[in-house]
């Protein structure tokens, strides 16, 4: 069984201040991956970063950065000098028993940018 | 990057009657869709694996002669909701995945919020 736990439900965070979002996950399977998604007022799903289980590299795109730590089972996405644009709803995600491509999602963190 | 079309964006419907969703991959193959389910403020949850060429997989929970799956072809797979009722007003969102495996990124359609009145 997989699961993956986003205990923030809700943030709100004045602009250009910095903001990371929490990603807990749990699997048996040594290969796995992670993702992130963002989803705006509209409803799409817009894809954030993939990272693979054999990975820990962090990662940097512009004001985004992601730190995956195995040894605490986490994905923590931080926005940096955060923008009114940032707003939206933020998924934490697995794929793991590999050749499945079942995404299991977390519940998702409620970002609001005050401006 | 690829891009998954789903249509209609929304739609309005009369209890009782059925509609029909699809899911289009634009510029790839897709013999896997993923159709999922999202309630107000909540997370997605899977509803069934649509399979190109053969019988949908859906999960527990799920019935399937309510929501109707057909994957008719490389590019096109669709949602059928029967029978519709107030309880069943959603928003729907389709998934394909541009390989296999998990190494395999999924791209998602924008979603349709079907509201049963």
């Known amino acids: 069984a997989q699961k993956v736990t986003q205990a923030q439900t809700e943030i709100s965070v004045v602009e250009k201040e910095d903001v990371t979002l929490d990603c807990v996950y749990e699997?048996?399977?040594?290969?796995?991956?992670l993702f992130w998604y963002k989803q705006p007022p509209s409803g799409e799903l817009v894809f954030l970063i993939r990272?693979?289980?054999?990975?820990?590299q962090n990662e940097i795109s512009g004001r985004y950065s992601w730190n995956f730590q195995k040894s605490t089972s986490s994905f923590n996405f931080t926005i940096t000098a955060s923008q009114v644009v940032d707003s939206a709803v933020y998924f934490c995600?697995?794929?793991?028993?590999?050749?499945?491509?079942?995404?299991?999602f977390g519940t998702g963190t409620r970002l609001t940018i005050i401006p | 990057g690829a891009v998954v079309s789903q249509h209609p964006s929304w739609v309005i419907c009369k209890s009782g009657t059925s509609v029909k969703i699809e899911c289009r991959s634009l510029?790839?193959?897709?013999?896997?869709m993923f159709w999922y389910r999202q309630f107000p403020k909540q997370s997605l949850m899977l509803m069934a694996t649509?399979?190109?060429?053969?019988?949908?997989?859906?999960e527990q929970g799920v019935e399937k002669d309510k929501f109707l799956i057909n994957h008719a072809s490389l590019t096109l797979s669709t949602l059928t909701v029967t029978s519709a009722h107030p309880e069943d007003s959603s928003f729907y969102i389709c998934?394909?995945?541009?390989?296999?495996?998990?190494?395999?990124?999924?791209?998602f359609g924008q979603g349709t919020r079907l509201t049963v009145v």
């Open positions: 998934s394909a995945p541009t390989g296999t495996g998990a190494v395999a990124e999924a791209f």
């Open positions: 699997t048996r399977d040594t290969t796995y991956y």
């Open positions: 990272r693979n289980s054999f990975d820990e």
């Open positions: 995600a697995l794929i793991s028993n590999f050749g499945n491509e079942k995404l299991t």
């Open positions: 510029d790839f193959q897709a013999t896997t």
């Open positions: 649509s399979n190109e060429g053969s019988k949908a997989t859906y």
